[in-house]
């Protein structure tokens, strides 16, 4: 898994600007059926993808944390709101609440999630492939193949799949 992660970088950056045309000319010409292929090569890429092994995700990135997400986490710690914020969270430059520092404050040394039940609804989504009106995020999708090998491979299947 290693040696996958030290190549991501690389062969993201090969494919960047290849991907970000193909991504500007799906937002202009959308397939139909868009939705549905993508949910399908995402349920194939992850019944092969053991995040388990990788989580990159949680190593480099940190989530954005909705007020939901810091209700339902700081109860599950008993402790109130802005306990959990003022241990936890800082607010960013897009006023959003996040890690103060990753890799993740809830990963442990075998990349198991210690808040996995309460999990934000940003980490739970990742990397977000099966997402309904997918061309919306084809900017967030360019920055996660990157990080997240599984979305690598979705967007390489997606330009067999789906050629424009």
Known sequence: MKQILNNLNKLAKDKHIE????????????????????QDLHDAEFKKTDCLQCAN???TTGP????????????????KPQQFIDQYLRIDEDKDYVLKSVPCTF????????IYDVRPKACREFPHTDRKKFH???DLTLKNVAICPAAFNIVEEMKKKMPL
Do not use: G, H, W
């Open 64 to 79: 954005l944390f909705t007020l939901a997400d810091i209700e339902r986490i700081s109860k599950s710690f008993r402790q």
């Open 136 to 138: 919306q995020i084809s």
């Open 107 to 114: 990963l442990d040394n075998e990349n198991y999630c210690m």
């Open 19 to 38: 991907n970000k045309k193909y991504f500007d000319k799906l937002k202009k010409k959308q397939p139909k059926n868009l939705d549905y292929v993508m």
């Open 57 to 59: 995700c949680c190593k």
